[in-house]
Nanobody, 121 residues
Framework: QVQLVESGGGLVQPGGSLSLSCAAS????????MGWYRQAPGKQRELVAR???????NFADSVKGRFTISGDNAKKTVHLQMNSLKPEDTAVYYC???????????????WGQGTQVTVSS
């Protein structure tokens, strides 16, 4: 079994910062991309930021210049640093990882349980 456990999140005022962390555990042979998605009420889940196993990153246009993502494949962790937060960043944030559980298996998507981020004064 594979688990993704998130930590961080909470309530912050506009302009503030928060950090999210995610750790993968369980039967893991290798990890491909890791990243963060978010879903606001009444909206579809969207990609926030992603980091590949090679260290390349990409970000949603709405968070470029404000968010950074870092990961450590050996430690099976990914972190999202969120600065200059805006009310429109309010959402449930989900950790995502593409994981092979066996050498011969395909990469499958795994998700964390989600953590609430609320930006409000």
């Amino acid at each position: 079994q594979v688990q993704l456990v998130e930590s961080g999140g909470g309530l912050v005022q506009p302009g503030g910062s928060l950090s999210l962390s995610c750790a993968a555990s369980g039967s893991i042979f290798s990890i491909g991309n890791m990243g963060w998605y978010r879903q606001a009420p009444g909206k579809q889940r969207e990609l926030v930021a992603r980091i590949t196993s090679g260290g390349s990153t990409n970000f949603a246009d709405s968070v470029k210049g404000r968010f950074t993502i870092s990961g450590d494949n050996a430690k099976k962790t990914v972190h999202l640093q969120m600065n200059s937060l805006k009310p429109e960043d309010t959402a449930v944030y989900y950790c995502n990882a593409q994981i092979k559980t066996r050498s011969f298996s395909f990469l499958n998507d795994y998700w964390g349980q989600g953590t609430q981020v609320t930006v409000s004064s």
